[in-house]
């Protein structure tokens, strides 16, 4: 008889990670599933009469040190905290909030501010949104503590005055990190309810984190959102448990594995740069990113003079067009090496290049590595 393991957490992110998960099943490893939402004791009392070999769990600081206390290996994931007879695996958090400032960034955006709530990786991804920018730049920052009790794929809260009052009082044009899907969600609809200088994209644009598709896609506007690789994370916490049935000591250290691109959606389409010609060069670049387009054939169907578009970039966004069309389609090529296992020849076709090896050259030069070592890098 196989190995019995207890996988303990939401359904939102038992679904991050059963297709990872589904491999270990023919190792001999029988996964039994609780939810987190019961209540402690009655855990505890579930699995001291499966007396599994091993537990996965999501960390929750109502949970996480109650199932600890039952003395069985655990592998906790969502967590950079490292407890003891325990195993923790997490994104790096402050990698996601470092991905959404340098898009912004990029994007010509002056105004920045950042959405969180209470919980410790909100507070990583807003250090690491603060530190990609410098300490020369000013981030507005607004926590909403609703979000603590109210669950994952849930959408009714009703926005409180500060929240409100805070994004009345943002220099607009403003790009805003919300720190985790629903945030953004929760950001967009507040947006439409005061509908007094605070439109999405045009005067608010949005960038969530975790890319999950049915919050993103059920918002309004859908939303741009830094992706985590569920697939990535959900093997590692699959081979600590391996190690840990094979006898092997937990590590040290928590183990983190690297955030994905950003996923563009309507909620950020670049729109944020006062100059309409370099607004409809942007969005033209993120339309057609997938298409074999040139510098040429953007000036031609969208009647500018190449000489105007180019001074218009460097003044504004620090780079010549063909520089940002790269930035866009690396961005999209990292978000596939991170969550898919196509090979680098199709990745070059879903992310706009013309065949790997433009891809290869492309992506050395902004990247400093080959796309193999990148893919190779984030999944150690």
């Known amino acids: 008889m196989g190995n019995q393991v207890a996988i303990i957490m939401t359904e939102v992110f038992l679904r991050r990670l059963t297709p990872s998960l589904m491999p270990f099943v023919r190792r001999q490893q029988d996964f039994r599933i609780l939810s987190i939402h019961r209540p402690l004791d009655e855990l505890k009392s579930i699995l001291k009469e499966l007396q599994p070999s091993a537990i996965i769990t999501e960390w929750n600081p109502k949970i996480t040190e109650g199932l600890l206390e039952l003395g069985i290996p655990t592998v906790i994931t969502a967590t950079d905290t490292q407890y003891p007879n325990a195993t923790s695996i997490d994104v790096d958090d402050w990698q996601v909030g470092a991905e959404a400032a340098r898009a912004f960034a990029q994007a010509g955006f002056q105004s920045f501010a950042c959405l969180g709530n209470t919980t410790p990786y909100s507070d990583q991804r807003i250090e690491g949104f603060q530190q990609e920018l410098g300490k020369t730049i000013t981030v507005s920052i607004h926590r909403e503590n609703t979000f603590d009790e109210v669950r994952y794929s849930e959408n009714y809260t009703q926005p409180s005055r500060k929240m409100i009052k805070w994004l009345k009082s943002l220099p607009k044009p403003v790009g805003i990190f919300a720190t985790h899907d629903p945030l953004g969600r929760y950001l967009c609809g507040v947006c439409q309810q005061i509908n007094d200088k605070t439109n999405v994209p045009q005067d608010i644009a949005v960038i969530a984190a975790n890319n999950d598709e049915l919050v993103c896609g059920l918002s309004y506007p859908m939303l741009s959102s830094i992706a985590i690789p569920w697939h990535t994370l959900g093997t590692a916490v699959g081979e600590a448990v391996r190690s840990i049935l094979a006898g092997n000591p937990h590590p040290e250290k928590p183990i983190l594995v690297s955030s994905g691109g950003l996923v563009l959606r309507h909620s950020a389409n670049h729109l944020a740069v006062e100059d309409q010609t370099l607004r409809r060069a942007m969005s033209y670049i993120s339309e057609h990113l997938l298409e074999p387009i040139t ?50 020849s199709i990745i070059a076709e879903l992310s706009g290049f013309s065949d790997p090896e433009r891809l290869a050259v492309v992506f050395k030069r902004t990247e400093g590595t080959s796309p193999s070592a990148y893919r190779k890098g984030i999944r150690k």
């Open 295 to 344: 510098i040429q054939s953007l000036c031609q169907d969208l009647n500018i003079a190449r000489r105007s578009l180019e001074q218009k970039f460097r003044e504004y966004l620090h780079c010549t067009p063909w520089e940002m069309l790269c930035r866009q389609r690396i961005t999209r090529a990292k978000q596939l090496l991170t969550e898919t296992n196509h090979p680098i």
